[in-house]
């Protein structure tokens, strides 16, 4: 049992309660069990009879119900007070409060939805924009999961094929071809292609974009995160070192979400609150997608081969650094991009706004985004990694064909392979990981 709508003061307040004994608890707060399926008008009452409050009764008896158990549904007025009475009537007559998530997990439990349609579930509810909310839609309706069986059962008649010739290798079994199972493995290989590809777009749009702003004081780095956001969030001055703290702003490029930090200068700093800035400013580095690292393009000295070694030296490792030379309109330059050079470099000003059409596409094709009319699945890194850990074994049991033709270790490739799948749509999921994932949800979901 759980309130099933938000805290505070509103039009309505949804109680919801699962369970067995639904329909005798809807006797004693309702005096009757609803009709199934139908919206009905009633009171809801204490333990003498008295009336709580007036609305909406909704009855879904099990197996027809989002959880899968009978559903009771409770659509009173809004406000805490009402909604708190019901929850303590419902406590006296047997009910516990539902744990984060625990109504989708029951669903889980109950066969009624795979583990990539609950995690669509708060997806849909988390959406920032209209492409996440229609990727999320997409998975939660199934699709994501169905192409994900498609793939299990493509690997099932791969499996078949090999373990027939291991398991009855003096039979009249068809031989193995090796030329046919090669063409099916790159198929199946050319199927996961697709389906991670649609996938990371679908992380893109939930998990977005961590790009850091670094860079000298007074590079232009606050002015750039300012015309990036198309507002002015962080103090602009002559005064270097004004950015003392993390500044974080949320953005969308063309559906794309982008989390902006700003940071402060990078040097040697004496001020204790400069230097706690500047140690958080590397922290947020070695945690971003991408580094946007902003020179002063009026500066020459900062610009040479040497100047730029000194200028990347201390940025960790790993990371994507991108080098966005700004203030051209002091230097006198033109807005470009050389996307071949490593790292990366763009010129612009954030003054005037020339060549931040050159950075928004670059961000948008360095993460690999494609735009939100795709079909496009709400994802996780977790399905990404899955899917990566299926198309690897695949790879291997396609080396193992031509290489040894053990047909023992083709088939453990795909068997792992298979494996690595069900992990997405809970098959073969650990305790450990269904905790976490319905932990995140809200209460009442």
């Not at 583990?115 to 998975?139: P, Y």
């Not at 580094?291 to 000295?301: E, I, N, S, T, W």
């Not at 000003?349 to 931040?356: E, F, M, N, T, V």
């Amino acid at each position: 049992m759980a309130i099933a709508t938000p805290a505070g003061r509103g039009a309505v307040g949804i109680v919801r309660v699962s369970g067995a004994l639904v329909p005798r608890l809807a006797v004693a707060v309702l005096g009757y069990l609803p009709a199934a399926r139908r919206a009905e008008v009633a009171r809801f009452l204490d333990a003498a009879g008295d009336t709580l409050d007036q609305g909406l009764a909704l009855y879904f008896p099990a197996p027809a119900s989002f959880t899968g158990e009978h559903v009771l549904e409770l659509h009173g007025h809004g406000g805490a007070v009402v909604a708190d009475l019901l929850v303590r009537r419902l406590l006296q007559l047997g009910c516990r409060q539902a744990k984060p998530g625990e109504f989708t997990e029951r669903a889980f439990l109950n066969g009624k939805i795979d583990v990539a349609q609950a995690e669509a579930v708060a997806d849909l509810i988390d959406a920032g924009t209209a492409a996440a909310a229609r990727a999320a839609v997409r998975s939660l309706q199934g699709e994501f999961s169905a192409h994900i069986r498609a793939l299990q059962s493509a690997l099932t008649g791969l499996r078949t094929q090999v373990e027939a010739a291991i398991d009855f290798p003096d039979e009249e079994t068809e031989p193995l071809d090796d030329g046919a199972l090669g063409q099916r493995l790159a198929a199946v290989c050319g199927a996961m292609d697709s389906l991670a590809a649609a996938a990371r777009q679908g992380a893109l749009l939930r998990e977005g974009l961590t790009v850091v702003i670094a860079g000298k004081p007074n590079a232009g780095k606050s002015t750039l995160l300012n015309r990036l956001a198309g507002e002015e969030i962080a103090i602009v001055t002559d005064a270097p070192g004004t950015t003392r703290d993390l500044l974080r702003q949320p953005i969308h490029i063309d559906g794309l979400p982008v989390n902006l930090i700003d940071t402060a200068g990078l040097r040697e700093a004496a001020d204790p609150a400069e230097a706690e800035g500047i140690r958080r400013a590397r922290g947020a580095m070695q945690h971003a997608d991408r580094v946007l690292y902003v020179l002063d393009a009026a500066r020459p000295q900062d610009t040479t081969p040497a100047g730029l070694a000194a200028e990347l030296a201390p940025l960790p490792p790993g990371v994507p650094v991108t080098l966005v030379f700004s203030k051209i309109d002091l230097s006198g330059g033109v807005a470009d991009a050389d996307l071949s050079a490593e790292p990366a470099r763009i010129r612009l000003s954030a003054r005037s706004g020339a060549g931040l059409d050159l950075l928004r596409a670059h961000l948008k094709s360095s993460a690999g985004f494609a735009g939100t009319e795709g079909g496009a699945f709400s994802a996780r890194r977790r399905h990404l990694d899955a899917l990566n850990r299926a198309r690897g074994e695949l790879v291997l049991a396609a080396a193992a064909l031509r290489e040894t033709r053990a047909t023992e270790l083709i088939a453990e490739h795909l068997r792992l392979a298979q494996r690595a799948l069900g992990e997405i749509t809970g098959e073969f999921t650990s305790e450990d990981l269904l905790g976490e994932i319905f932990s995140s949800f809200c209460i009442g979901k």
